[in-house]
């Protein structure tokens, strides 16, 4: 296999074999690719394996926005190949890391293209803009010898045949008519000869056209394999293909890193979606924007310097932007006002990739999302993957009034489920949330996000009801707690082998990063769980909002930005 081979644009399927939700197997060099296309319209080529064990991707099941393997049940999303998915980790959110190969992929002339390596444009097929898409025939010989025989095909006596530039071949009649033949290379002995007839045609014509060049193909084909079968057969192509990691199966931790924000993107929509609150669609200014599973942020770095976290509301498959909201807060530090006063459609802004302290358990038999105000950005994203995919849930969304009611193109999608509760007071609040949390049981679990008082009385509510600890998720927007860093200790980090010292008035963030130790984070307020780090001895002092009751008592982690050590001395995982 050459350089030039790989970087060539190959015709590898008709557009006619894609139809909705099909997965079509192809082979361009040796290599498997699962075609499909997606619901809006997308045309992915991916390699033709799941990476937990290999199986082919081509007899998934395309639901129109992810593909899912038949063995384990690994979701990837449109467009990004990404995992979004994977069944027997439901609490856990993948990793970016997990990720299939994708390959460039252009749909013209009514044929699917790819290669490799290909990059540019499609090669000009001039006059044949309004082409009829010949049935493909499938050929036991090399592509050059496939070529070669191609110049000797003709309909009538006036035929000429030329070789093109691209390595087509364009056959000719003096009657204007004419077909252009690509041949794919499907391995070092196995073609497939694409071809375009010049004019569109329809009914009894088109029917004929297709026989008479059927026939005329097959007897092409039939004295090239002859031919071939005289002849040595070439080794096949041996397409390089990384080793499925086995630490996939574990689901290997988010690499780790700081107040990153690697992504462009440009606002190609603001609205005000409701009263107080903006609606932003961000598309990426080049590449493709990362995979997101639902209940994921994004840290948004605004041009007055504050860096802000935000959930992504996208439904599955929206997987060419992101959108956030974003409402006005009284008492801003600056954040939502520079969202609604200084960033306007046009504007480049800078984001990280998602990450995701929220997940969605998908193997719930019944889930309750509970949202107030602003709260219902990352529970909409949650309910849209249930409801895709058909599973059973219940939205209460609880609002000041209609005006205030977010995402209503959004929420339609599964209004069945949703209910509004408007203008209630606290104590209506309390006993509309009594009332839907009264029954708790096997996998049903409950999902809240809002104002930080709803928050509190939500859980204190389902803990009077008997609901587990583990069945019940939940995430601030932030952290109203009065921070106490005025203690001085020791951390020693047992896989680092270092010993610190954390002084008063620096967080152990702080201190990991001055020592060199890169961690993750994004809120840096002890809200959304980004630079959770285990704790393997020592005493904790809680000071997040993150952490559930059960795990601050097992004190077994740390929010390192705002927590801090009871004792002496701490011993972290890091």
């Not at 139809?19 to 319209?41: I, M, N, S, T």
């Not at 599955?316 to 008492?331: A, L, N």
Request: aromatic share 6%; net charge negative; with cysteine.
């Amino acid at each position: 296999m050459t350089t030039d081979l790989q970087s060539n644009w190959y015709p590898i399927a008709s557009s006619s074999d894609l139809p909705k939700r099909h997965v079509y197997q192809a082979q361009l060099l040796g290599r498997e690719f699962a075609v499909w296309r997606a619901d809006d319209g997308y045309v992915n080529v991916w390699e033709n394996r799941c990476l937990h064990r290999g199986v082919r991707l081509s007899i998934g099941i395309n639901n129109g926005t992810e593909l899912r393997c038949q063995y384990h049940g690994w979701r990837y999303a449109n467009r990004t190949a990404g995992c979004t998915y994977i069944p027997a980790h439901p609490a856990d959110a993948p990793a970016r890391t997990i990720c299939n190969n994708t390959y460039p992929a252009q749909e013209a002339y009514g044929l699917v293209w790819a290669g490799e390596l290909a990059v540019g444009e499609l090669p000009a097929i001039d006059g044949f803009e309004s082409a009829t898409v010949l049935r493909p025939v499938p050929i036991m010989a090399p592509q050059k010898m496939v070529n070669q025989a191609l110049l000797g095909y003709a309909w009538d006596d006036t035929c000429e045949s030329a070789e093109n530039s691209d390595g087509s071949v364009t056959i000719t009649a003096t009657d204007g008519s004419a077909v252009r033949v690509f041949v794919q290379p499907v391995d070092s002995n196995h073609s497939v000869a694409r071809a375009l007839y010049n004019r569109k045609v329809a009914g009894e014509e088109r029917i004929a056209l297709l026989k008479r060049h059927s026939w005329l193909m097959q007897e092409l084909r039939d004295r090239t394999e002859t031919q071939a079968a005289r002849q040595e057969t070439p080794a096949p192509y041996e397409p390089v293909i990384a080793k499925v990691s086995e630490d996939l199966v574990d689901i290997p931790a988010i690499s780790v890193d700081g107040r990153k924000a690697d992504l462009r993107v440009q606002v190609a929509r603001k609205e005000m979606t409701a009263d107080g609150i903006a609606s932003l669609r961000l598309e990426a200014i080049k590449d493709q924007l990362p995979t997101f599973q639902p209940g994921a942020h994004i840290d948004v770095h605004l041009p007055n310097g504050l860096v802000r976290q935000y959930s992504v509301t996208n439904g599955p498959g929206e997987t060419d932007h992101y959108t956030i909201g974003v409402k006005r807060e009284p008492d801003s530090r600056g954040g939502s006002v520079a969202i609604h006063d200084t960033v306007g459609e046009g504007d480049v802004l800078a984001i990280s990739a998602p990450r995701n302290n929220f997940p969605l358990r998908r193997d719930a038999v019944h889930t309750i999302f509970i949202a107030g105000g602003i709260g219902v950005t990352p529970l909409i994203a949650m309910a849209r993957a249930l409801n895709a995919q058909g599973l059973e849930f219940e939205f209460h969304y609880f609002v000041q009034s209609d005006d205030h009611v977010a995402f209503k193109r959004e929420l339609s999608e599964f209004e069945g489920a949703l209910n509004i509760h408007k203008g209630q007071s606290p104590k209506e609040t309390g006993e509309t949330l009594t009332e839907v949390l009264a029954n708790p049981g096997y996998a049903r679990h409950v999902y809240i996000c809002g104002p930080g008082p709803m928050l509190e009385a939500t859980r204190q509510i389902a803990a009077d009801k008997g609901w587990a600890d583990e069945a019940v998720h939940f995430e601030y927007f932030k952290n109203t707690t009065e921070l106490d860093d005025s203690n001085s200790f020791e951390i020693d980090l047992a896989r680092s082998a270092m010993t610190l010292t954390v002084p008063a008035g620096k967080s152990i963030l702080d201190v990991l990063r001055e020592n060199g130790i890169n961690m993750s984070s994004s809120c840096e307020q002890g809200a959304c769980g980004t630079c959770r780090c285990g704790v393997i001895e020592g005493d904790v002092i809680h000071q997040d909002v993150y952490l559930s009751d059960g795990e601050k008592a097992e004190g077994r982690s740390i929010m390192t930005c705002v927590s801090r050590a009871a004792s002496n001395r701490l011993i972290l995982d890091i």
